[in-house]
Antibody
Framework: QVQLVQSGAEVKKPGASVKVSCKAS????????MHWVRQARGQGLEWMGI????????TYAQKFRGRITMTRDTSTSTVYMELSSLTFEDTAVYYC???????????WGQGSLVTVSS | DIQLTQSPSFLSASVGDRVTITCRAS??????LAWYQQNPGKAPKLLIY???ILQSGVPSRFSGSGSRTEFTLTISSLQPEDFATYYC?????????FGGGTKVEIK
């Protein structure tokens, strides 16, 4: 069965960086893109970008360009999302989600809470 | 960017009610729309994609319709487990965008 297991909660100071991992299993890692979506407490869903694990190509939302990096490790079937220059507004739950039919997010990780606090 | 406007933002309904949620796109997105359900503290769950295709395992009381700029999600007979927040999402072009959500509450 498809599973996406994300790394645990993180607490970071403003200006720092965070790197969240998402380990995939139950399918061929390189045949599905991976989305990253975040959700601040009590707020809606915000798309951050997408990575093609087959060649590492990425598309980022304009809002995050310059401070987001998505990478992958095919040997461990893991994708990573690194966000730098963190501010309090980056406090959120970060989700990875597999892109399935028509590139919609058909399987989601459990979420990783990132808290930015001084 | 393509804006998605969901209405209503909040909906109060009873078990057994028929519920309809609307999602309007700021430009033509063909049928490139998905619907998700999210319960508190949980990841979203895909319900419908390509505007009207039911994701495997999703109960048939959920249905989607529409194209171009106007879409609807219908729950034919609301069940206790359906009280949640629903989001639409367009995947016609990058950046992918989500609607603001519709919270379905118990009346």
């Amino acid at each position: 069965q498809v599973q996406l297991v994300q790394s645990g909660a993180e607490v970071k100071k403003p200006g720092a960086s965070v790197k969240v991992s998402c380990k995939a299993s139950g399918y061929t890692f390189t045949t599905h893109y991976m989305h990253w979506v975040r959700q601040a407490r009590g707020q809606g869903l915000e798309w951050m970008g997408i990575i093609d694990p087959s060649d590492s190509s990425t598309t980022y939302a304009q809002k995050f360009r310059g401070r987001i990096t998505m990478t992958r490790d095919t040997s461990t079937s893991t994708v990573y999302m690194e966000l730098s220059s963190l501010t309090f507004e980056d406090t959120a739950v970060y989700y990875c989600a597999r892109a399935g039919p028509h590139i919609v997010a058909d399987y989601w990780g459990q979420g990783s809470l990132v808290t930015v606090s001084s | 960017d393509i804006q998605l406007t969901q209405s209503p933002s909040f909906l109060s309904a009873s078990v057994g009610d028929r519920v309809t949620i609307t999602c309007r796109a700021s430009q033509d997105i063909s049928s490139s729309l998905a619907w998700y359900q999210q319960n508190p503290g949980k990841a979203p769950k895909l319900l419908i994609y390509a505007a009207s295709i039911l994701q495997s395992g999703v109960p048939s009381r959920f249905s989607g319709s529409g194209s171009r700029t106007e879409f609807t999600l219908t729950i034919s007979s609301l069940q206790p487990e359906d009280f949640a927040t629903y989001y639409c999402q367009q995947v016609n072009s990058y950046p992918v965008t989500f609607g603001g959500g519709t919270k379905v509450e118990i009346k």
